[in-house]
């Protein structure tokens, strides 16, 4: 006799798992085991038939009479409960990996870890908890609680002492990298912290500036945030104060774009005792190379780097600022191709096809419209090239390395992008000041718990949860009795757990 499992669908459309032998062409149910309403439960009800087989093959010879239901049978075993145990002990794992436990509130961890998985409003957050199964989850008036115990007795500031210790595990940070980001809000009115500003999206309702700290992984240090219409530039100073005097640190290098460029930012940074280096406007490569074009007109070398010095300010504020111009032809194709574009939104809107918005290139003279050659021209002349305006002594750091730094700062993006999408960093159901900041220090958290998984096993947070929540613990009732099983991690699933169980060998 062959014992097998069978699956067979039901009318409910479950899968109902049965144990079924098979002599001489007949086939016999000899157990049933329950109905399986998704694939998790599919998986742990067939892990539970291949046991029993196993467990009835073991007893040698047996009765198959014995096996088979009787009228008196107790009920199908039922499943009774399930929990995505494997992705919550992978998320717990990170959080006191990283320091967090410092902050001593498992209502607060439990928010982290549930944004990580499932980015929703705080009182859907209990939800999510259902959906995954965690035990012992607080009621929503627990939650606010927290959130304001969170600002009350600063747990960012315990957060930010943990991450730190994290980024300087392997020796002092000598650069970070800067960046702002803006958020807005579906509001009528402005208030103290909400505020309508410079929006790159247009917009034109209350929104706050939000100022991210990373270091050169990406993986968040500071997060600050300022009114909406505060300039950017002036929101640098404030976070890297705040980063010192938290961490006692001296010498450190920031990486910034050219949104922090501005003559008096650079002198208070200077001046505050930090070295910098910032992105330059294009626009001022006709002034800073004009011994170059004079010479060699727009020709470049792919890689070549030219240094330039720049007075900037006026007055007794001016200050000679080294300037390093890198060319790429890569960086040169791109810009031709988006130039290309450009100048064919401009001849559409001067031949009437498309209507006049703030475009490039486009001269509005009275009542003509046309296309403004000579700037496409000029703009051409700069096509490649980069530059980067720095306080660092050539001799301490070369323009070589001044490129490379810069290039990181494409870290500090992608943890905004993480932040903005995966964790939905918005925070669109908080309207005081305080559930704002303690939203922030949530989304804080949540960030660096993402980073430092995405570090460990080079997958993004999202095919973490994807891979992972589907392994559950489901429990069993079988004739009164309470099994718990689990569902087999396979492919993706197996591959990360083998990258965590690596990384923390290490």
């Excluded at 595990?169 to 990298?177: D, H, I, P």
Aim: aromatic fraction near 6%; charged fraction near 25%; proline fraction near 3%.
């Amino acid at each position: 006799m062959g014992l097998f499992v069978r699956k067979v669908k039901t009318a409910s459309g479950a899968t109902a798992v049965q144990i079924a032998s098979k002599t001489r062409g007949v086939r016999t149910i000899v157990e049933h085991l329950g109905s399986a309403h998704d694939d998790a439960q599919l998986a742990v009800l067939v892990a539970v038939a291949r046991d029993r087989i196993a467990e009835l093959r073991g007893q040698g010879e047996f009765d198959l009479d014995a096996l088979l239901p009787t009228p008196s049978a107790t009920a199908a075993p039922t499943v009774t409960g399930s929990r995505s145990r494997v992705l919550w002990e992978v998320l717990e794992d990170a959080y006191a990996a990283l320091g967090f436990d410092a902050i001593g509130d498992e209502t607060f961890k439990q928010l982290v870890l549930a944004r990580v998985v499932e980015p929703t409003s705080k009182a859907d957050t209990l939800r999510v908890w259902a959906a995954l199964g965690v035990p012992g989850t607080p009621s929503l008036s627990t939650v606010w609680r927290t959130l304001a115990r969170s600002i009350e007795h600063d747990w960012r500031g315990r957060a930010a002492a943990a991450a730190y210790a994290h980024a300087t595990r392997a020796g002092a940070l000598t650069l970070v990298l800067y960046d702002v980001t803006t958020l807005y809000f579906e509001a009528e009115y402005e208030d103290g912290l909400r505020k309508v500003g410079m929006s790159k999206e247009r917009r034109v309702d209350p929104q706050i500036l939000v100022g991210l700290l990373v270091d050169a992984g990406g993986f968040p240090l500071e997060v600050h945030a300022f009114p909406g219409n505060k300039g950017e530039t002036l929101t640098l100073l404030p976070v890297l104060d705040a980063f010192r005097a938290r961490h006692g640190v001296e010498e450190l290098v920031v990486v910034a774009d050219a949104g922090m460029l501005s003559a008096a930012n650079l002198n208070a940074v200077e001046d505050a005792g930090f070295r910098f280096i910032v992105g330059s406007r294009t626009s001022s490569a006709p002034h800073d190379l004009t011994p170059h074009f004079e010479r060699h007109g727009n020709a470049f070398a792919d890689g070549q780097i030219i240094e330039t010095v720049r007075t900037m300010g006026t007055g007794a504020k001016a200050r000679q600022r080294r300037v390093v111009w890198h060319y790429s032809f890569k960086r040169d194709k791109r810009d031709n191709l988006t130039l290309n574009k450009q100048i064919e939104r401009a001849e559409k809107i001067a031949d009437g096809s498309r209507p006049a918005k703030r475009d490039r290139f486009v001269t509005i003279d009275g009542k003509s419209v046309g296309v403004n050659w000579a700037q496409i021209e000029k703009a051409r002349t700069w096509q490649g090239l980069k530059g980067y305006v720095s306080n660092i002594p050539k001799g301490v750091l070369d323009g070589a390395g001044v490129v490379a730094a810069y290039h990181d700062l494409f870290q500090v993006e992608a943890s905004f992008r993480m932040a903005k999408t995966d964790l939905r960093a918005r925070p669109m159901f908080a309207s005081k000041e305080e559930s704002i900041q303690a939203h922030l220090t949530v989304v804080f958290c949540a960030l660096a718990i993402s980073r430092h998984l995405h570090a460990a096993t080079g997958v993004t947070i999202r095919r973490i949860v994807r891979a992972l929540r589907p392994l559950r613990d489901v429990v069993i009732s079988i004739d009164g009795h309470q099994l718990t099983a689990e569902t087999p991690a396979a492919g993706e699933g197996a591959e990360i757990l083998a990258k965590l169980r690596s990384a923390a060998g290490h």
